[in-house]
């Protein structure tokens, strides 16, 4: 019963490498999410992919790229990470647009950038 | 321009007691919105929803009221344990958005024996 799974839960980068944040869910829902949580702020929506096949920019997406690689799997990319960047980082997904449902999320990654 | 408003950073309550959790929101158009609770170094969990139809909804020790005038819910632990003591998100989203949810700061909720 794992639902969604993020990987790594821990990183620290330098300033200008880059990296991608996995994630994977196994409740064959058709939209995923990436949000990031900063010190006494919300969770605030980076990328998400409303079905296989799309994705779309949401609140932050600066400095962040996704690839929906299939109904599964959503992964994000930092190409030059900016210490900006330090946060905590938690995938989403949920049964779809059009649908009073909830969010499931994964456990986090938490993301130094020096 | 935060349109979902937590004004509560942190909240302390006995045992046995109530808790009660605000949130705000500006935008008029949000018809559902949703109570997520986290514990550290833990993803976020689902607590409770309600849509904008409905003006109250229970589920056990967990009620949410909704006011859509004063465009505030609230979140009600009757009676609030120490294993609530954890961080309240508020979260509102529109029906054809899904799962893209606009997030509150957060409350922390501390439970004392």
């Known amino acids: 019963n794992a639902g969604v799974t993020q990987t790594p839960k821990f990183q620290v980068l330098k300033t200008g490498q880059s990296m991608t944040l996995q994630c994977a869910q196994d409740?064959?829902?058709?939209?995923m999410y990436w949000y990031r949580q900063d010190p006494g702020m919300g969770l605030r929506l980076i990328y998400y992919?409303?079905?296989?096949?799309?994705?779309d920019k949401g609140e932050v997406p600066n400095g962040y790229n996704v690839s929906r690689l299939n109904k599964r799997e959503f992964s994000l990319r930092l190409e030059s990470a900016a210490p900006s960047q330090t946060s905590v980082y938690f995938c989403?997904?949920?049964?779809?647009?059009?649908?009073?449902?909830?969010?499931?999320f994964g456990q986090g990654t938490r993301l130094t950038v020096v | 321009d935060q349109q979902v408003k937590q004004n509560s950073p942190s909240l302390s309550v006995q045992e046995g007691r109530i808790s009660i959790l605000n949130c705000d929101y500006t935008?008029?158009?949000?018809?559902?919105f949703l109570w997520y609770k986290k514990y550290p170094a833990e993803g976020p969990t689902f607590l409770i929803s309600?849509?904008?139809?409905?003006d109250k909804n229970e589920d056990g020790r967990f009620t949410v009221f909704l006011n859509k005038s004063a465009k505030h819910l609230s979140l009600h632990i009757v009676p609030s344990q120490p294993g609530d003591s954890a961080v309240y998100f508020c979260?509102?989203?529109?029906?054809?958005?899904?799962?893209?949810?606009?997030f509150g700061q957060g409350t922390e909720l501390s439970v004392k024996p």
């Open positions: 409740m064959n829902h058709n939209s």
């Open positions: 979260a509102a989203t529109l029906y054809n958005q899904g799962g893209k949810l606009i």
């Open positions: 935008n008029s158009m949000f018809d559902y």
């Open positions: 309600i849509s904008s139809i409905k």
């Open positions: 989403a997904s949920s049964e779809g647009q059009g649908l009073y449902t909830e969010a499931f």
């Open positions: 992919s409303a079905s296989e096949g799309t994705t």
